[in-house]
């Protein structure tokens, strides 16, 4: 049997792909069953709709959604679902994102979207990989490995 699919992620262009590349890295390397589309929010609103829906019916837990230029991607995903969307700002557009960055975090009160950085997909990542750990002891001894290791690579840099 197949194993549950935990988070879903969506993404505005085929163009994006490059930029949200870590987040399927670090979902592999904590062994995080994850989705993965293709979806506008604008030039393809019911398919988004569609997978939306399939997700939460499926039993997926969070979404990770990004887009550049207008990213109503995150709001609209934001706005049909209660689990928790995390949204990645790319730049590409406006002044290296910023028009991205502020459309995916401005969200009016009660419809959240978790934003990280211009093109913080790893963040994205690894917040996804803490939420799902909040109830999972293995995950977040795993979370605190990764976090040594990073450190680790860090201070060899040199
Ligand atoms: C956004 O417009 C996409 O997320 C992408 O960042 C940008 C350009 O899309 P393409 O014209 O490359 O498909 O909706």
């Given at each position: 049997?197949?194993?549950?699919i935990?988070?879903?992620?969506?993404?505005?262009?085929?163009?994006?792909?490059?930029?949200?590349?870590?987040?399927?890295?670090?979902?592999?390397?904590?062994?995080?069953?994850?989705?993965?589309?293709?979806?506008s929010?604008?030039?393809?609103?019911?398919?988004?709709?569609?997978?939306i829906?399939?997700?939460?019916?499926?039993?997926?837990?969070?979404?990770?959604?990004?887009?550049?230029?207008?990213?109503?991607?995150?709001?609209?995903?934001?706005?049909?679902?209660?689990?928790?969307?995390?949204?990645?700002?790319?730049?590409?557009?406006?002044?290296?994102?910023?028009?991205s960055?502020?459309?995916?975090?401005?969200?009016?009160p009660?419809?959240?979207?978790?934003?990280?950085?211009?093109?913080?997909?790893?963040?994205?990542?690894?917040?996804?990989?803490?939420?799902?750990?909040?109830?999972?002891?293995?995950?977040?001894?795993?979370?605190?490995?990764?976090?040594?290791?990073?450190?680790?690579?860090?201070?060899?840099?040199?």
């Amino acid at each position: 049997m197949s194993k549950k699919i935990d988070v879903q992620i969506i993404i505005g262009s085929k163009s994006d792909e490059p930029k949200i590349k870590s987040v399927v890295d670090v979902l592999n390397d904590f062994e995080i069953v994850h989705d993965f589309k293709v979806a506008s929010a604008h030039r393809t609103p019911n398919y988004v709709e569609e997978i939306i829906d399939n997700a939460i019916n499926s039993g997926v837990k969070v979404f990770i959604t990004g887009a550049g230029m207008a990213n109503h991607l995150s709001g609209t995903v934001a706005a049909r679902t209660v689990l928790p969307v995390i949204g990645v700002p790319f730049s590409g557009g406006i002044s290296h994102g910023m028009d991205s960055l502020l459309s995916t975090v401005q969200m009016p009160p009660g419809i959240p979207v978790a934003t990280v950085a211009v093109d913080g997909a790893k963040n994205a990542a690894i917040l996804a990989v803490e939420i799902l750990s909040v109830n999972n002891k293995e995950l977040q001894k795993k979370l605190i490995e990764y976090r040594h290791s990073e450190a680790e690579k860090i201070k060899n840099a040199i």
